[in-house]
């Protein structure tokens, strides 16, 4: 028997605000990749080096945390609203499955600099370009304001996002129409039909909590519930065995409630990347985690969320658009913990500092419609080239 060989697959890793994730076309996969959604995931596991027992991803181009253990799939839209279809799968770090449920916000931000490069979409050689994005997994519109110098995406610049090391350059994003409507998965933007959720949670016990389709299925509570100041850092909880377990348990049953899973088990085995549970609190000062002072004057709420089982070293991107949905709608957990109420604009502390996020919402007779979210981001590309794995 001849020995098994490696293949070379056309691939980009770049980063998005503060995930980075390894990038491709439809078309850079094996033709029977393309076909069959079990060959493609089991060559996604292999590229990120998952299931991998050590936590580590030595065997492979993720970096083992919720944040950098991403895939991206971007191709030419079938819409003609749209110049580009995304797909995005979170990989799980210790078990064989690729979590294509959701999106992920800050890897939004990459979207139109790649499909730009690799000559997807059309761009002025200076200025602005507008890339319009098709989130397949959500089905939602993503418009991107992407600058461009001298025939080419302007990588580097000025803007500074806490949670990123370098500056680089403005992308704006705008997440229309964030909020879910009947037909998506999950429901309506409140899938229960209730602003506010008293639930019972076995082992935990009743919870107050949020339950919002915006940006990602997303789950607020009051970071006083779990026993949070709501200005911890990493540290802090995710060498807490027991209390992540709880997060999971409340994770999991409020994922039911929302439609999304049959039974708990079901969202803490094959869903673990939707929906997301964050904690909220009033501001307090805090020092974050590259040791930058946060004031509490500075900050409008404190938000922390959990992604694969773990805090998030900062925000995730759906995470600020719910944040922003939240907090422009009266009665809801978010708004209830703003200073005057609901907001078209917050300004959150996370771990790694602040952000400012916003969005247009409106009560109709028939409910709330947010027509948008808005937010700013960066992306650069870190390489470009071939990716190996091993031959299907």
Known sequence: MSPQQQIGIKATYMRGGTSKGVFFTPEDLPAPAQRDSALRDAIMLRVVGSPDPYGKHIDGMGGATSSTSKVVLVGPSSRPDCDVDYSF???????????????????????????????????????????????????????????????????????????????????????????????????????????????????????EATLINAGNPTIFIDAATVGLKGNELQDAVNSNAEFLARCEAIRAHCAVLMGLASTAAEATEKRFHTPKLAFAAKPLDYTSSNGKFVAAADIDILVRIMSMGKLHHAMTGTGAVAIAVAGAISGTLVSRLLPSGSSAAVRFGHPSGALSVGAQAQETPDGWVVTKAVMSRSARRLMAGEVFVPAP
């Open 89 to 207: 799968g979170a990989v799980s770090i210790d078990t064989a499955v690729v979590d294509w449920s959701g999106n992920c916000g800050n890897l939004t931000a990459a979207v139109g600099p790649f499909a730009i490069t690799r000559g997807l979409v059309k761009a002025p050689s200076e200025g602005v370009a507008v890339v319009r994005i098709w989130q397949a997994n959500i089905g939602k519109k993503i418009v991107a304001h992407v600058p461009m110098a001298g025939g080419q995406v302007q990588e580097l610049g000025d803007f500074e996002l806490d949670g990123v090391t370098f500056p680089a350059a403005e992308i704006k994003l705008e997440f229309l129409d964030p909020g879910a409507d009947e037909d998506s998965e999950g429901g309506a933007m409140f899938p229960t039909g209730n602003m506010i959720d008293q639930i019972d949670i076995p082992g935990v016990g009743t919870v």
